[in-house]
């Protein structure tokens, strides 16, 4: 495995989604509602990606009902849980660094003034 | 209405679809260049031309089953297929139609569209040079002169097309990196 995965914003959420088992509108759904509507994935882009994370082994397909005309949905592995944790890590160490490097930064223009 | 026209290029395609759909017309079929539209309120829908499978990966028919509902989930309506292509619209009162929404998704598509290009585009070669060595050895006995124009014109057009979609492709890279 990879050490450093950066995930694109699309995949973050998508990853985020397939926490519970979601299907593909589901997807879209609840990245609109976490984001407040700002990030609306292009059914194009997650059927792309759906794709993508299959094939790593980071989300699997969790049920298909063909009888009853269900959704697929899938769910993220083991694997996937570990990207995911390991990517809340990394952003988590951007925004720590960004904050601090920020604030200092001003603390330091103030004793100029 | 029926129209015709050859495009090789999906934006410029998608751009004359959503100007006559502004028209007050909307591209309801498609076959061999032969666009029929239907009329509709100006601007009553906006197009998107898509080719969700890669040439060479998967099974085309299955793929593009699972795709279509998904496009529908999101309230989008499919218009037609074209080999590997589908056309989409969606209704402009129920909000904005983009199918790709990050670079990187753009990137893949239109890397898909280049495969399909240099594949059709190689085989398209192959018989052009195999009716220019029968028209050579027969003299034009066989081989019509206008035909084989035609097929030295499609392979020239190919070449377009692989060329202005590398450029796209490399546009969309920049956009990544900056």
Redesign the interface.
Known sequence: MEKHIVL???MYYILLSVLNPNH??GI?QKTLEMTEER???????????INTLLDKGWIELYSEDKASRK??QYVITAEGRIILEREISRLEELLRNGKREMQQQEGESHEED | MRKIRFYFDKDKEEKWLNDMCQRGWAMAKFFVGIYTFKPCQPGEYVYRIDMPAEIGKGKLKEKREQYIELVEETGAEHVCDWFWWSIFRKEASKGAFELYTDCESQLALYKRIRKLFIWVGCFEVFLTANNTLLFIKDAGDKVDVALLCIMYLIVMVFIVGIVKTTWKIKKIKQQIIS
């Not at chain 1, 609306?40 to 792309?48: K, R, S």
């Open positions: 694109t914003e699309s593909g509108y879209i990030v609306e994935i292009g059914a194009g882009t997650l059927y792309g990606a959704k697929k």
